[in-house]
């Protein structure tokens, strides 16, 4: 069975820089689709960022020249290279896995998620 498992959530000021990682385990090859996504308590969760297979990736607008996703050479960490962080880039951030050519930015495409990661930015 396919785990996923974030660290790097942290506590810093704004305009701080912050990377999460997502290790997969249980399941090789690797998935088609890979996703980060974050939530705010009483708000819907948000898809952030996606590769997919071939490398491709995209952001939402809201992170868009900010956050950087990518991978290791074996495929089996995730990452999210998060820098200028705001205020409004607090949530609890989650990794997902899609067995799909197609990448998302919607979370009920995601069958797998990880336990997710606290990011807090303080002005």
């Known amino acids: 069975q396919v785990q996923l498992v974030e660290s790097g959530g942290d506590s810093v000021q704004a305009g701080g820089s912050l990377t999460l990682s997502c290790r997969t385990s249980?399941?090789?090859?690797?998935?088609?689709?890979m996703a980060w996504f974050r939530q705010v308590p009483g708000q819907e969760r948000e898809g952030i960022a996606w590769?997919?297979?071939?490398?491709?990736?995209d952001y939402a607008d809201s992170v868009k020249g900010r956050f950087t996703i990518s991978e290791d050479n074996t495929k089996t960490t995730l990452y999210l290279q998060m820098n200028n962080l705001t205020p409004e880039d607090t949530a609890m951030y989650y990794c997902?896995?899609?067995?799909?050519?197609?990448?998302?930015?919607?979370?009920?495409?995601?069958?797998?998620w990880g336990q997710g990661t606290q990011v807090t930015i303080s002005s």
């Open positions: 249980g399941h090789t090859p690797r998935s088609n689709c």
């Open positions: 997902a896995r899609r067995d799909s050519i197609f990448c998302s930015f919607f979370p009920s495409d995601f069958r797998v």
């Open positions: 590769i997919n297979f071939a490398s491709v990736t």
